[in-house]
Nanobody
Framework: QVQFVESGGGLVQPGGSLRLSCAASISILSLNTMGWFRQAPGRQREFVAQITRGNITRYSDSVKGRFTISRDTAENTVYLQMNSVKPEDTAVYYC???????????WGQGTQVSVSS
């Protein structure tokens, strides 16, 4: 079983920036691929970004060019740098891992991101 703790959310104005952090209870290297997801009110949870053990990244079309996923193995933390945020980025953001190619069933509490002027 693995636990994820997300942090760094808050209220930000459109066009602003925010950096989210995700701490895992076990080595993120052993978890192979790490990812970020989000869930807006009344909508299903959706994929945002992922980073593989070899640092290959992939993004949803809605955030490509604005968000950057990264990992710090020394801190055992995965980050999501959010730039040029939009109101439609408002959601609870979660991280997860795919140690064997499938996202785990373990979800943290998430961190709320609200984009509003």
């Amino acid at each position: 079983q693995v636990q994820f703790v997300e942090s760094g959310g808050g209220l930000v104005q459109p066009g602003g920036s925010l950096r989210l952090s995700c701490a895992a209870s076990i080595s993120i290297l052993s978890l192979n691929t790490m990812g970020w997801f989000r869930q807006a009110p009344g909508r299903q949870r959706e994929f945002v970004a992922q980073i593989t053990r070899g640092n290959i990244t992939r993004y949803s079309d809605s955030v490509k060019g604005r968000f950057t996923i990264s990992r710090d193995t020394a801190e055992n933390t995965v980050y999501l740098q959010m730039n040029s945020v939009k109101p439609e980025d408002t959601a609870v953001y979660y991280c997860n891992a795919a140690p064997s190619g499938i996202w785990t069933r373990f979800w943290g509490q998430g961190t709320q991101v609200s984009v509003s002027s």
